[in-house]
T-cell receptor, first 111, second 114 residues
Framework: GENVEQHPSTLSVQEGDSAVIKCTYS??????FPWYKQELGKRPQLIID?????GEKKDQRIAVTLNKTAKHFSLHITETQPEDSAVYFC??????????FGKGTRLSVIA | DAGVIQSPRHEVTEMGQEVTLRCKPI?????LFWYRQTMMRGLELLIY????????DSGMPEDRFSAKMPNASFSTLKIQPSEPRDSAVYFC????????????FGEGSRLTVL
């Protein structure tokens, strides 16, 4: 089955700097790669996703890149703000299988 | 729509007691998922249903765990008997279909087994 590895487990950045979180997956059949944000005590919520037919997707300050050959995808957050502090999860699925999540990255944005 | 609704939000029980967690998915969603979240293991899929039918329960830790979905608007996750290592946040999530992509999570049920 699918295995998703996520790094780093914790990340601290200064407000205004960029943050990058990286994930690798094992199943070459995976074709859907979402990112979820979970604030303290809240539910995970989708912030951006990418499918295997594109290499990059951007939505304001967040972007995701995908390298299918390397089985690697990343989340990029630019101009970080204190409200970006949360745990971020990457995930992967092949469409017919449920999402498999990485273990999460705790991002702290220091004002 | 009110989103995915879970109850109870918090449950504290003693080892050996039965625990029942409840979930109401978003109306019109055909797939329902139960995840368990712990610091050590992250978000683990326990079981998922498609059109009320259990598709994959390989993530259920042991026979003490069982899940049902008697109709499209209700699912339960039962632990009997409960053990301290079952302490975690249990999330229910739903999606339009298995292929639809986005999961909508409930607020979660925080279980503490003493």
């Amino acid at each position: 089955g699918e295995n998703v590895e996520q790094h780093p487990s914790t990340l601290s950045v200064q407000e205004g700097d960029s943050a990058v979180i990286k994930c690798t997956y094992s199943d070459s059949a995976s074709n859907y790669f979402p990112w979820y944000k979970q604030e303290l005590g809240k539910r995970p919520q989708l912030i951006i996703d990418i499918r295997s037919n594109v290499g990059e997707k951007k939505d304001q300050r967040i972007a995701v890149t995908l390298n299918k050959t390397a089985k690697h995808f990343s989340l990029h957050i630019t101009e970080t703000q204190p409200e970006d502090s949360a745990v971020y999860f990457c995930a992967a699925s092949s469409g017919n299988t449920p999402l498999v999540f990485g273990k999460g990255t705790r991002l702290s944005v220091i004002a | 729509d009110a989103g995915v609704i879970q109850s109870p939000r918090h449950e504290v029980t003693e080892m050996g007691q039965e625990v029942t967690l409840r979930c109401k998915p978003i109306s019109g969603h055909n797939s329902l998922f139960w995840y368990r979240q712990t610091m050590m293991r992250g978000l683990e899929l326990l079981i998922y249903f498609n059109n009320n039918v259990p598709i994959d329960d390989s993530g259920m830790p042991e026979d003490r765990f069982s899940a049902k979905m008697p109709n499209a608007s209700f699912s339960t996750l039962k632990i009997q008997p409960s053990e301290p290592r079952d302490s975690a946040v249990y999330f229910c999530a739903s999606s339009l279909s298995r292929q639809a992509g986005e999961l909508f999570f409930g607020e979660g049920s925080r279980l503490t087994v003493l």
